[in-house]
């Protein structure tokens, strides 16, 4: 089959040919449509991440969106070194498999759930969000930070603020669910008011 393949830490993985997976007791086969790239991708192929492979070659890539070989699709998640998402078929457990809506598609589906279920848990068991509260979202022009705004307003959040650097990207952000948008590039004194104002304490500007 097809894969994207790590040969060394550090360098570009390439594409090419890798030994087909064969399913072990509880495994399933995955036909593979599309892969997620997410900033843990780069980090385990350049060496710094602390599940960094050890043995090469071995396929990119952790979760992703496809095919049971009984025609079921599903988004999955921890395929079995040295086989990854990256690849047109891998291999994990069965319970590593979760269906998807079918409104949604490969790509989407493939994206959501990493950054989503970080975000989500973040606010929901970390946060203990609870409705009606004011959440602050730090990062919030990135990918998760996108995604918390909107689950922190699922939740029921009574207001989100969000925080960033991005001024194009933070401007979207209230079609998002963003209450307000505090602009991380201003002087410290202006930061620090426009926290306090957020926080709902009165500051004279
Ligand atoms: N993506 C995933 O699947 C996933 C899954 C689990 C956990 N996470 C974690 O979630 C975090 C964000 O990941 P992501 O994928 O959402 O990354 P991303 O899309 O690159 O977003 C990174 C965010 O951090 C902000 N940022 C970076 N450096 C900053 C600095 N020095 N000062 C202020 N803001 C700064 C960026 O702001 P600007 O827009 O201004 O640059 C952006 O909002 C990471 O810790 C990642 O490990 C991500």
Not at 26 to 45: C, R, T, W
Not at 110 to 130: E, R, T
Not at 159 to 172: M, Y
């Amino acid at each position: 089959m097809h894969a994207a393949v790590l040969h060394a830490l550090g360098k570009p993985p390439r594409f090419g040919e890798f030994p087909d997976p064969t399913p072990g007791e509880g495994e399933v086969l995955i036909n593979v449509s599309a892969a997620a790239l997410k900033p843990v991708d780069k980090q385990m192929a350049a060496g710094t991440h602390y599940a960094s492979p050890r043995e090469f070659p071995v396929v990119c890539g952790m979760d992703g969106v496809g095919r049971l070989e009984d025609g079921t699709r599903v988004f999955f998640g921890g395929a079995r070194r040295p086989y990854g998402a990256m690849a047109e078929r891998t291999v994990l457990r069965r319970v590593q498999c979760f269906s998807i809506p079918e409104e949604l598609d490969d790509v989407t589906a493939a994206a959501i759930p990493n950054p989503g279920v970080s975000a989500w848990l973040s606010l929901k068991h970390s946060a203990k969000l609870a409705a009606g509260e004011t959440v602050l979202i730090l990062g919030a022009t990135g990918v998760t930070g996108k995604l918390a705004v909107q689950i922190a307003k699922i939740l029921g959040a009574g207001r989100v603020v969000a925080a960033g650097r991005n001024e194009q990207v933070l401007s979207i952000l209230h079609a998002l669910g963003a209450d307000s948008t505090i602009r991380l590039d201003k002087p410290d004194e202006e930061l620090i008011a426009a926290f306090r104002r957020e926080a709902g304490e009165s500051v004279s500007t």
